[in-house]
Nanobody, 117 residues
């Protein structure tokens, strides 16, 4: 099983990035996918989630600026991030989980997003 994030980088405040999380080795359509972010020495926080049925949820700072979507044909979930702020700077990681048959949970290694002021 592998989750690979891509799309991170350096962007100016007010700019946009689209992160991708591509999975292999799992029945992707059965999994919920979550984007987390973490700044060094701080607790990891949930950014956005999308269920296997396509239902979405966002944490407060992401509402209105970020959008999560999925393409099951490509085994990929996207996180479109607009109006980026310096405080969005973090390592963004995706996680996949499912309760189908049994609970399983997998993580990617993360991609760095840096927003300059």
């Amino acid at each position: 099983v592998q989750l690979v994030e891509s799309g991170g980088g350096l962007v100016q405040a007010g700019g946009s990035l689209r992160l991708s999380c591509t999975a292999s080795g799992i029945s992707f359509s059965y999994f919920s996918i979550h984007w987390y972010r973490q700044v060094a020495a701080k607790q990891r926080e949930l950014v956005a989630s999308i269920t296997s049925r396509g239902n979405t949820d966002y944490f407060d700072s992401a509402k209105g600026r970020f959008a999560i979507s999925r393409d099951n044909a490509k085994n990929t979930v996207y996180l479109q991030m607009n109006s980026l702020k310096p405080e969005d700077t973090a390592v963004y990681s995706c996680a996949a989980d499912t309760y189908s048959a049994s609970y399983r949970n997998y993580w990617g290694q993360g991609t760095q997003v840096t927003v300059s002021s």
